[in-house]
T-cell receptor, first 112, second 115 residues
Framework: GQNIDQPTEMTATEGAIVQINCTYQTSGFNGLFWYQQHAGEAPTFLSYNVLDGLEEKGRFSSFLSRSKGYSYLLLKELQMKDSASYLCAVRTDQTGANNLFFGTGTRLTVIP | EAQVTQNPRYLITVTGKKLTVTCSQNMNHEYMSWYRQDPGLGLRQIYYSMNVEVTDKGDVPEGYKVSRKEKRNFPLILESPSPNQTSLYFC??????????????FGPGTRLTVL
């Protein structure tokens, strides 16, 4: 089975940097995704890592270490609109399908 | 505009009354999936489909059915809904290329309440 852990809640200040961690245990790892989800809305894609290292995309960066089963999402220059849940999802190739397994999400609150 | 649509967006029903939630995508995606999202449990996969006439169970398939007669549509059917199926449901689609970068696009969600 799959096991994905991330903190339930985090709070950070506008303009600051926050790091959201995700650890996973899975068979047939085939990529890690981060999604953003505002309350009551659909998840939207943020980033994808399949090889070790850092992927940067504007104010958002994501890091992956496959040997440690660890990823983080880094948000810089936080804005109030970044208040949302951040979902870590692992893709496996066990069934040959593009199936994602999601963590329970980290609710980030940005305060002035 | 590339999108995944779901209908209805909100539904209140009673135990045992069959219902269907429709899902449609206009991106010619091969892969489609249904999730439910519950507080503290995150997104859990109900069923998925890798192509027309090919469907398979996800993690929580009990009480649900799906069909994939056309590439663009993937309806979710609850033959006899029960209160424990009260949840927020999302449909998603992707190109289906498991070996490459391939994000899933999500529909807007359907909030279902079963009384």
């Amino acid at each position: 089975g799959q096991n994905i852990d991330q903190p339930t809640e985090m709070t950070a200040t506008e303009g600051a940097i926050v790091q959201i961690n995700c650890t996973y245990q899975t068979s047939g790892f085939n990529g890690l995704f981060w999604y953003q989800q505002h309350a009551g809305e659909a998840p939207t894609f943020l980033s994808y890592n399949v090889l070790d290292g850092l992927e940067e995309k504007g104010r958002f960066s994501s890091f992956l270490s496959r040997s440690k089963g660890y990823s983080y999402l880094l948000l810089k220059e936080l804005q109030m609109k970044d208040s949302a849940s951040y979902l870590c999802a692992v893709r496996t190739d066990q069934t040959g399908a593009n199936n994602l397994f999601f963590g329970t999400g980290t609710r980030l609150t940005v305060i002035p | 505009e590339a999108q995944v649509t779901q209908n209805p967006r909100y539904l209140i029903t009673v135990t045992g009354k069959k219902l269907t939630v429709t899902c449609s995508q206009n991106m010619n995606h091969e892969y489609m999936s249904w999730y439910r999202q519950d507080p503290g449990l995150g997104l859990r996969q109900i069923y998925y489909s890798m192509n027309v006439e090919v469907t398979d169970k996800g993690d929580v398939p009990e009480g649900y059915k799906v069909s994939r007669k056309e590439k663009r549509n993937f309806p979710l059917i609850l033959e006899s809904p029960s209160p424990n199926q009260t949840s927020l449901y999302f449909c998603a689609s992707s190109g289906g290329l498991a070996g490459v970068w391939d994000e899933q696009f999500f529909g807007p969600g359907t909030r279902l309440t079963v009384l």
